[in-house]
């Protein structure tokens, strides 16, 4: 197993377009995250999966924002009609709840809006 | 509600100077506690983590941590700094269990003079 994997690694959207990220987890691991970096600052937790079901999403997470994990395996998050403030890093974490492990995180998604 | 706050946004050490690194926290039940690495355009890397097992932590890359009950800190240190230790360093809680939503610190950027 090579870890978390996210695609693409760099995105650059004009504002206003819709923009898909990827994530695979590690493969037996049922829990994923998606949290958002701004520079200089620390992850922000944005949503979280347990198999394919949503249970928690943040306040940070706009009704642009929408994410998926359809079969419980890897996860999509999408933006629509993308704003200049959503330039940033998506990272993606997971872990296995029955394994008790700690979270692994994938290399991330830069997003730059012009 | 969980907090954690990281005393000191950038830290500059000389090459074989101790480092340390302050990260206090807030949480209402017992914590998970972690620190974490990131290297610029990269995701994070897991250096070490507390479990309620021992209160010292050693983790990769000579850095250790020790979690006092008392002062609510789990600060980060490393006897003798490497140029190669010259990242951005988070500290992050987790509330019920090890693989849970984090909760990140603002984050300090460690510099290492030759």
């Known amino acids: 197993d090579t870890g978390v994997s996210q695609d693409p690694r760099h995105k650059i959207t004009k504002r206003g377009q819709n923009v898909t990220f990827r994530c695979d987890p590690i493969?037996?691991?049922?829990?994923l995250y998606w949290y958002r970096q701004t520079l200089g600052q620390g992850p922000e937790f944005l949503t979280y999966?347990?198999?394919?079901?949503?249970?928690?999403k943040s306040r940070l997470l706009s009704d642009r924002f929408s994410a998926e994990r359809p079969k419980g395996s890897f996860s999509t998050l999408e933006i629509q009609r993308t704003e200049q403030g959503d330039s940033a890093m998506y990272l993606c974490?997971?872990?296995?709840?029955?394994?008790?492990?700690?979270?692994?995180f994938g290399q991330g998604t830069r997003l730059t809006v012009v | 509600a969980q907090s954690v706050t990281q005393l000191g946004s950038h830290v500059s050490v000389s090459e074989g100077a101790l480092v340390l690194l302050r990260c206090n926290y807030s949480?209402?039940?017992?914590?998970?506690l972690f620190w974490y690495v990131q290297y610029p355009n990269q995701g994070l890397q897991l250096l070490l983590k507390y479990t309620s097992a021992a209160t010292l932590v050693k983790g990769i890359n000579g850095f250790e941590a020790e979690f006092k009950k008392s002062e609510t800190s789990f600060h980060l240190t490393k006897p003798s700094a490497h140029m190669s230790d010259a990242a951005e360093y988070f500290c992050a809680v987790s509330e019920g269990n090890q693989g849970g939503k984090l909760i990140f610190g603002q984050g300090t950027e460690l510099s290492v003079k030759p």
């Open positions: 949480s209402s039940v017992p914590p998970y």
């Open positions: 999966f347990q198999n394919e079901a949503q249970l928690e």
């Open positions: 493969s037996e691991h049922n829990r």
């Open positions: 974490a997971s872990s296995s709840a029955v394994l008790n492990t700690e979270a692994f």
